[in-house]
T-cell receptor, first 112, second 114 residues
């Protein structure tokens, strides 16, 4: 069993839709949870960063962590064609200085 | 602010040829540095990480090697490339000055071995 599981997609949605991206994990030591966005042929860029459980909102993006279920989500409201990218979840037990475990990524396409 | 550079952006090399990819970070000191390889559908594979000059840890045994000759410089090398070395190579850093306590990636090098 992989430490982090992420549905690879692809996920196609119409412009303006609410998008839900999810990851599950098995290591209960994970406390730091990240979402990266990666455009085609580019390096991943940090999108959201949360510590422990709860929600965090940044503009159209909301990150949600449920440690009891070992489940994290990224919600995108009012999705735009520019949101079309691969979204990687990532997590670590002790922050960036330690090993970060990445999901394989979900490819999202927002259709105008 | 911090900036991470990688070069070259794209590289096509024959099997058996040597490789040298370079990564530099600006705007920080004593960063942790990482080399990842990303293959289609397989996610990010950590190859090497370094916590300081000359300190390299290897995650996956293979024909690649890494060196850190200066504080903010990280080099990925190979003496003889294999077809299986093709992929997207990403350098990342973490540490002082980072907005969050996580890793930040460079633009990547796309390597094709023919």
């Amino acid at each position: 069993q992989k430490e982090v599981e992420q549905d690879p997609g692809p996920l196609s949605v119409p412009e303006g839709a609410i998008v839900s991206l999810n990851c599950t994990y098995s290591n209960s030591a994970f406390q730091y949870f990240m979402w990266y966005r990666q455009y085609s042929r580019k390096g991943p860029e940090l999108l959201m960063y949360t510590y422990s459980s709860g929600n965090k909102e940044d503009g159209r993006f909301t990150a949600q962590v449920d440690k009891s279920s070992k489940y994290i989500s990224l919600f995108i409201r009012d999705s735009q064609p520019s949101d079309s990218a691969t979204y990687l979840c990532a997590m670590s037990a002790r922050g960036g200085y330690q090993k970060v475990t990445f999901g394989t990524g979900t490819k999202l396409q927002v259709i105008p | 602010s911090q900036t991470i550079h990688q070069w070259p952006a794209t590289l096509v090399q024959p099997v058996g040829s040597p490789l040298s990819l370079e990564c530099t970070v600006e705007g920080t000191s004593n960063p942790n540095l990482y080399w990842y390889r990303q293959a289609a559908g397989r996610g990010l594979q950590l190859l090497f990480y370094s916590v300081g000059i000359g300190q390299i840890s290897s995650e996956v045994p293979q024909n690649l090697s890494a060196s850190r000759p200066q504080d903010r410089q990280f080099i990925l090398s190979s003496k003889k490339l294999l077809l299986s070395d093709s992929g997207f190579y990403l350098c990342a850093w973490s540490g002082w000055g980072a907005g969050e306590d996580t890793q930040y990636f460079g633009p990547g090098t796309r390597l094709t071995v023919l």
